[in-house]
């Protein structure tokens, strides 16, 4: 049974754990101000607030945004999930978000009104301080046809001027002194501990419990050798493409695993749980501390409920050929660790998973566990990310690639280069790596590097280009990526 708070009211339900949070909402709690638009995570109509306690004992509930038609209605057990019913403190009364919306004429049809207002309130109720950027990037996610976003920029500089004053410490109180949220929120971390205890408890026959997982379920991992249930993260690709089987079908949730959770450094090698979120990579210091830019090349990756939502591990194994994070990981030299129901382990280069499109070379009931990879040397390594789309947000790659390089006196000591679009599969680009080694970073040297990736690539005519195009990409990308590294020597 699922249990969590949906604004002011505790939910138990024995709905399918694979169904969407939209339609539970709307169809079931009859929740109607959550909208349906695209049913794709693309127009942010459906957007909702999702709380969780990022440990227990905290007492500081983590609010994110998320396109409810891909939110596996089983991501929300032991969370607090608000729709815009939940946020105004009294019938009648506006929250300052909604006011800046009304004042600044960022309402005209209404329909994508109520995704700004979640997200806005969501960026309200973020533990970071506001800027005029996080500001604007908090409604990233949401799609306006009607007032041509300026409206609704001026309503967000407006909330960010509020917001300066917005205390460190006890920000949900003055939040809700505000008319931000109602006050209940100030009681939600409670009700959210009391929630997974009772789960810890029940999981132990109800005697004193140690530090409960964030989702009670069975550790698949200590399950019985057994065929595994569909295993679902963040459903923001399986609920895209087969919504109606993930519902009628058993799933295994992974995104509240917290096994599979966490980014460290151990010595040279970065550890990261295949849960991981593209956002808690942006958010990380571990890896900021190693790849500085990484803020930059995630920006071009969804949006920022997407990123909340969709995890690493479920971008590798949607073997998409243009999987952005995939493309990124393959030239940072990743490996994976799968686990079979049995709990066998194995590990496998990123770049051997992908046998042909959508081939994998793993089992079915293989799941990822963990992704490491080398840390990049200060001193002597270079990463860059480039992707060119249609549009430059919330747009998926014509063509991506990622380079690594280790220089030493101007000279290439070792590279990894990585594309994507232009084949059946994500890449790496050995030949072109090799004409860049043991060379200094001139034009002939790049001229070679760009003739030999010519050899290695297949790519197709498609609606995000031809495949004369997507050569030309590739080419002009892996010059950028040494324009980019201020790397090229004339
Ligand atoms: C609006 C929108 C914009 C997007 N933009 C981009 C973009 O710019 N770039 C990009 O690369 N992608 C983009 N995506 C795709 C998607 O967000 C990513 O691929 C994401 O990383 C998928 O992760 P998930 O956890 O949501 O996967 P899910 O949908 O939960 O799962 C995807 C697949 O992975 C499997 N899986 C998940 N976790 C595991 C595991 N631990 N072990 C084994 N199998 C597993 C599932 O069974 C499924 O087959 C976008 C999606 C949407 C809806
Ligand atoms: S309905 Fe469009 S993002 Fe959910
Ligand atoms: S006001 Fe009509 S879509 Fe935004």
């Given at each position: 049974m699922l249990q969590f708070y949906l604004n002011d009211q505790l939910i138990r339900t024995d709905q399918p754990a694979g169904s969407t949070l939209l339609d539970f909402v709307r169809y079931h709690q009859h929740l109607k101000g959550t909208k349906i638009g695209c049913r794709e995570g693309d127009c942010g109509a459906c957007t909702v607030l999702v709380g969780e306690l990022p440990a227990a004992g905290d007492a500081v509930v983590q609010y994110q945004s998320m396109t409810s038609c891909l939110t596996p209605l089983g991501n929300a057990h032991g969370k607090h999930v608000v729709t815009v019913e939940g946020i105004n403190a009294a019938r009648g009364t506006l929250t300052p978000v909604q006011q800046a919306i009304v004042q600044e004429n960022g309402s005209q049809c209404g329909f994508c009104t109520v995704g700004f207002v979640m997200s806005l309130t969501g960026h309200a109720l973020s533990a970071r301080p506001s800027t005029p950027d996080s500001v604007r990037a908090s409604i990233d996610g949401n799609i306006c046809r009607c007032t041509g976003y300026k409206s609704l920029e001026r309503a967000a500089a407006h909330l960010?001027?509020?917001?300066?004053?917005?205390?460190?410490?006890?920000?949900?109180?003055?939040?809700?002194?505000?008319?931000?949220v109602p006050a209940y929120f100030a009681a939600m971390p409670a009700r959210l501990q009391a929630l997974r205890d009772a789960a810890a408890a029940a999981a132990t026959g109800g005697s004193e419990a140690p530090t409960p997982p964030a989702m009670p379920a069975l550790n698949p991992l200590d399950a019985p050798a057994a065929a595994r249930a569909r295993i679902l993260g963040g459903g923001t690709d399986l609920l895209v493409q087969q919504p109606e089987r993930v519902r009628a079908t058993p799933v295994e949730l992974?995104?509240?695993?917290?096994?599979?959770?966490?980014?460290?450094?151990?010595?040279?090698?970065?550890?990261?749980?295949a849960a991981t979120t593209a956002q808690q990579l942006l958010e990380s210091d571990v890896m900021l501390a190693v790849l500085p830019a990484l803020p930059r090349f995630l920006k071009l990756v969804s949006s920022t409920p997407i990123r909340q939502m969709g995890t690493?591990?479920?971008?590798?194994?949607?073997?998409?050929?243009?999987?952005?994070?995939?493309?990124?990981?393959?030239?940072?030299?990743?490996?994976?660790?799968l686990a079979d129901a049995a709990g066998q382990r194995r590990t496998l280069p990123l770049a051997d998973l992908y046998l042909g499109y959508k081939q994998l070379a793993k089992t079915a009931d293989e799941q990822?566990?963990?992704?490491?990879?080398?840390?990049?040397?200060?001193?002597?390594?270079?990463?860059?990310?480039?992707?060119?789309?249609?549009?430059?947000?919330?747009?998926?790659?014509?063509?991506?690639?990622?380079?690594?390089?280790?220089?030493?006196?101007?000279?290439?000591?070792?590279?990894?280069?990585?594309?994507?679009?232009?084949?059946?599969?994500?890449?790496?680009?050995?030949?072109?790596?090799?004409?860049?080694?043991?060379?200094?970073?001139?034009?002939?040297?790049?001229?070679r590097a760009q003739e030999a990736a010519q050899q290695e690539i297949s790519p197709i005519s498609d609606v995000?280009?031809?495949?004369?195009?997507?050569?030309?990409?590739?080419?002009?990308?892996?010059?950028?990526?040494?324009?980019?590294?201020?790397?090229?020597?004339d």
């Open positions: 960010h001027g509020q917001l300066s004053a917005r205390p460190a410490t006890e920000a949900v109180r003055w939040l809700a002194d505000q008319q931000f992974v995104f509240d695993q917290t096994h599979l959770r966490g980014i460290r450094r151990e010595g040279d090698v970065i550890r990261l749980g690493v591990a479920g971008n590798f194994i949607n073997a998409s050929p243009i999987g952005d994070l995939t493309i990124l990981f393959l030239a940072l030299g990743a490996e994976i660790e990822v566990t963990e992704i490491r990879f080398p840390a990049p040397a200060a001193d002597s390594d270079y990463f860059n990310f480039e992707k060119v789309s249609k549009r430059t947000h919330l747009d998926i790659a014509s063509v991506n690639t990622a380079a690594w390089l280790r220089l030493e006196d101007g000279v290439v000591q070792a590279a990894r280069l990585s594309a994507g679009g232009v084949g059946p599969v994500p890449m790496l680009l050995p030949k072109a790596a090799a004409a860049l080694v043991g060379q200094p970073l001139t034009q002939q040297t790049l001229r995000r280009g031809t495949a004369q195009y997507k050569r030309l990409l590739l080419r002009q990308l892996l010059e950028a990526h040494l324009l980019e590294l201020r790397l090229l020597t």
